[in-house]
């Protein structure tokens, strides 16, 4: 059992490397804290059943993977084919896009109505899709720029929506918003240094 632990805590270690993420990342990924990420790796303890399979998940590897001493001309044959994230989020983000395009055509054809603004409410329902996909595999700091386009552009497109009653007020309430996610973040991260001091 002893060696079992070890060789588990060995390609943890090389799997979150290569990832280029930290302990104290993975512990905030699956709710655990750094200290338990330390004992896995180290070979103190092993990880419960589910969480193994969690961790094989996020790194795409297999169960046995994590479970052999496995050298490096092995390593392909356990990895999991995973999809391509980066093409798989530009359909989801295209999706919106399309629904928008596809609402701006029905109102145009059918209503009479050139609501193009459609296109600019594309942008914040976009950026809720990226916080769901950036929830499954990114990374904190891309949570800080979605948020603030978000923000803007839903600024923007309640402004260019209600056009007829001037409504540049909308914009101030956007500065205080950018305020405390800036503020959000640094808490964030000055919580996270403390943890790992």
């Given amino acids: 059992m002893e060696e079992l632990k070890k060789i588990v805590g060995k390609n943890l270690t090389l799997l979150r490397k290569e990832k280029k993420m930290t302990q104290l990342e993975i512990a905030e990924l699956f709710n655990y804290s750094d200290k338990a990420v330390s004992k896995w790796e180290n070979g103190d303890t092993l990880p419960d059943l589910e969480t193994l399979y969690k961790l094989a998940t996020f790194y795409g590897v297999t169960i ?9 001309y092995e390593k392909d044959k356990y990895r999991l084919r995973t999809p391509n994230k980066i093409s798989i989020t530009c359909l989801l983000v295209s999706l919106v896009w399309m629904l928008a395009t596809i609402i701006y055509v029905w109102l145009l054809l059918f209503n009479n109505l050139n609501y193009w603004q459609t296109f600019v409410w594309a942008a914040p329902v976009s950026c809720v899709v990226l916080f769901a996909i950036n929830h499954i595999w990114g990374k904190r700091i891309y949570i800080f720029y979605i948020s603030t386009i978000f923000i803007w552009s839903l600024i923007t497109s309640c402004y260019l929506s209600f056009l007829s009653f001037n409504p540049w007020p909308l914009f101030i309430l956007g500065i ?17 240094k403390r943890k790992n001091d």
Avoid at 64 to 72: E, N, R, V
Avoid at 176 to 184: F, S
């Fill in 64 to 72: 046995d993977y994590l479970t052999k001493d496995s050298k490096s």
């Fill in 176 to 192: 205080p918003a950018q305020v405390c996610l800036i503020l959000w973040v640094g808490i964030k991260d000055s919580l996270f």
